[in-house]
């Protein structure tokens, strides 16, 4: 019921930035939390950051010190700010939001389709 639509991923360098954007619309929707999820083959999904409507902010161990989230509330839109990349950090990052529908809150959330992000040595 939330369409989500991501951008930013590419093929960088060791050391190099990127910064991700997922945007969000639909009809009647307040946006709460927001968050990034990563995938990488052969490892199991995992939680990278994540933002409440308050602003309070969550990091994986691995990616705290060089990632930094952030939304914009007004474009029901979430960044993820990477610095510093490592072969490492290359996966598929997902964005996902959850959200009011009216004054249902839905706990399931929406996925976005995923970007790519490569880092090279």
């Known amino acids: 019921q939330v369409q989500l639509v991501e951008s930013g991923g590419g093929l960088v360098q060791a050391g190099g930035s990127l910064r991700l954007s997922c945007g969000g619309s639909g009809s009647a929707i307040s946006i709460n939390t927001m968050g990034w999820y990563r995938h990488a083959p052969g490892e199991q999904r995992e939680l990278v950051a994540a933002i409440t409507s308050g602003g309070s902010k969550k990091y994986a161990d691995s990616v705290k010190g060089r990632f930094t989230i952030s939304r914009h509330n007004a474009k029901n839109t979430v960044y993820l700010q990477m610095n510093s990349l490592q072969p490492g950090d290359t996966a598929v990052y997902y964005c996902?939001?959850?959200?009011?529908?009216?004054?249902?809150?839905?706990?399931?959330?929406?996925w976005g389709q995923g970007t790519q992000v490569t880092v090279s040595t």
């Open positions: 996902k939001v959850w959200y009011y529908l009216g004054t249902a809150y839905n706990a399931t959330g929406s």
